[in-house]
């Protein structure tokens, strides 16, 4: 059962905003299966994500054209740990796409946690240009989250696998962006352990299975949620919004909502909404 201020399938007032909830709808059927009524060149962006990196395409409308990912543990935290196999997956993915879209693939935005230092966000930067791809745009994953949603007011929750990621927003600007480690890992952990399983399976449940698991997984929410409220520090906040596959958790949004008291909303497809909008930044 939802809170009473919990929302599962949002269609945010402000901007493209409004048009969120079909986007993601849309963009999932994407997956290696690109829209052929695409208009104008593409444009592409990386997600070098902690359990994931993935590629995505939009036309010159903004909508999505094609999106495509790889497994790989050569992120962590937003950092590089194993530079070879980040290069070496975006390569995969980069001739993949160029093969399936017949364009060629010259440049791309990335993205990096917002607590991450800059030496190490340039990492990034040097991952795509060592794959052949020229790096036009290196930004925050919370700033590439706002570049689709375009909330007016609220706070943008980007949970990742390793880090959680807050951006308060006001008048449509980002006003104070911080990060603080745990996410989506943690959660994995709760659940493989609960249930016996390998963290690789509960991953894999957590993002893909029907059944509820917020019950077992409560106390990591909830730790998400003080992870939230330790970076709004006391701000006059109205709203969050959940992005980020970690989060995709039935009633997740619900949980979040009542520990927090601040209305939550949850987006369908979250995994996509950082992913599609570095390619928007």
């Given at each position: 059962m939802l809170a009473r201020n919990a929302t599962p399938n949002p269609e945010p007032s402000g901007g493209a905003g409004k048009?969120?909830?079909?986007?993601?709808?849309d963009a999932a059927l994407r997956l290696r299966n690109p829209r052929t009524d695409r208009e104008g060149p593409l444009v592409f962006g990386v997600d070098l994500g902690t359990?994931?990196?993935?590629?995505?395409?939009?036309?010159?409308?903004?909508?999505?054209?094609?999106?495509?990912?790889?497994?790989?543990?050569?992120?962590?935290?937003?950092?590089?740990?194993?530079?070879?196999?980040?290069?070496?997956?975006?390569?995969?993915?980069?001739?993949?796409?160029?093969?399936?879209?017949g364009t060629e693939i010259l440049d791309a935005a990335t993205a990096f946690p917002p607590g991450v230092p800059s030496a190490e966000a340039r990492a990034c930067h040097y991952v795509l240009e060592n794959a052949e791809i020229t790096c036009r745009a290196?930004?925050?994953?919370?700033?590439?989250?706002?570049?689709?949603?375009?909330?007016?007011?609220?706070?943008?929750?980007?949970?990742?696998?390793?880090?959680?990621?807050?951006?308060?927003?006001?008048?449509?600007?980002?006003?104070?962006?911080?990060?603080?480690?745990g996410g989506g890992h943690h959660l994995d952990l709760i659940l493989a352990g609960a249930l016996g399983i390998p963290v690789e399976e509960a991953e894999r449940r957590k993002r893909e299975s029907s059944e509820d698991y917020s019950i077992i997984l409560r106390p990591g929410i909830e730790r998400i949620g003080s992870s939230i409220l330790r970076q709004i520090a006391g701000r006059p906040v109205s709203s969050l919004h959940?992005?980020?596959?970690?989060?995709?958790?039935?009633?997740?949004a619900s949980v979040v909502a009542r520990f927090t008291g601040i209305p939550t909303t949850a987006y369908p497809h979250s995994e996509l909404v950082t992913p599609f909008g570095i390619a928007m930044s």
């Open positions: 048009d969120v909830g079909a986007f993601l709808k359990a994931t990196i993935v590629i995505t395409a939009i036309d010159q409308r903004g909508l999505p054209i094609y999106w495509d990912s790889l497994p790989c543990e050569a992120i962590r935290d937003g950092v590089i740990v194993n530079f070879g196999d980040a290069v070496t997956a975006v390569r995969k993915l980069r001739a993949a796409a160029t093969q399936v879209l290196l930004v925050d994953e919370v700033s590439a989250a706002q570049a689709l949603l375009k909330i007016r007011n609220g706070a943008i929750v980007d949970v990742g696998g390793g880090s959680t990621g807050v951006g308060i927003v006001s008048d449509g600007t980002i006003i104070a962006l911080d990060d603080e480690p959940l992005v980020g596959g970690a989060v995709r958790v039935a009633n997740a």
